[in-house]
């Protein structure tokens, strides 16, 4: 029987190539090159928006909110095996003004979410793989996406992922912190280059493994 694995997130998952703000193929990007990693056992379907949020309805770009989003894209695609979810950077913004607690906070709201939602096979929940996003790099106010994103949250990213991994730790979920294998290219200062997609790819391989879905 088929596996089918969700792979939640925002512009790092939709495959934003940095400095241009177009998209990988998908051969390139980290959902593309996981499929073709694992095989035809497993279909792996990637759901990445741009600037998407954990759970704040952003005033400024609007539709964002991604547990608003979650919980019918879970519906429209049970039975899941497990989900993947990677978000974090764009709730790191000036201006919602959270500091790492209360990223992980309203991440534990999408954690409940998946945890409740029947939507893994015989109504039971899928396994779940929490990715604390790559680190934004120091340079990041000398790139354009600088002045949207604006002051702290490079500060908000170093702080974000031990919170992430705490969550983890008290929920019974499985973590991968991206920033162990991957990092944001110089360019922007935010977003993967190729080798960061292949190598976050391979890491999701081995974990997706682990995980014996």
């Not at 547990?67 to 039975?79: F, G, S, V």
């Not at 978000?87 to 409940?112: K, P």
């Not at 680190?135 to 949250?153: F, K, S």
Request: charged share 25%; hydrophobic share 40%.
């Amino acid at each position: 029987m088929q596996k089918d694995i969700l792979c939640f997130g925002d512009s790092n998952t939709w495959g934003y190539i940095p400095g241009l703000a177009e998209r990988y193929p998908r051969e390139i990007r980290w959902t593309g090159r996981l499929q073709r990693m694992l095989g035809e056992e497993y279909y792996v379907i990637e759901d990445g928006q741009n600037s998407r949020t954990i759970v704040w309805d952003d005033p400024v770009t609007g539709y964002k909110n991604g547990l608003t989003y979650l919980i019918p894209c879970l519906e429209a695609h049970k039975p899941l095996d497990a989900v993947v979810i990677m978000l974090g950077t764009n709730d790191m913004q000036e201006r919602f003004q959270l500091n790492g607690f209360n990223i992980a906070r309203s991440m534990e709201r999408m954690v409940d979410a998946v945890q409740f939602s029947r939507a893994g096979r015989g109504g039971q929940a899928p396994k779940l793989l929490l990715i604390a996003p790559p680190l934004i790099r120091d340079n990041l106010y000398e790139t354009p996406l600088g002045e949207n994103l604006g002051a702290g949250c490079i500060e908000r990213s170093r702080e974000t992922a031990p919170h992430l991994k705490l969550l983890c730790e008290q929920t019974g979920i499985w973590f991968l912190d991206a920033q162990t294998v991957a990092e944001a290219s110089p360019e922007d200062a935010v977003h993967m280059d190729e080798q960061g997609h292949k190598a976050l790819a391979e890491a999701v391989r081995d974990m997706i493994l682990k995980m014996e879905i």
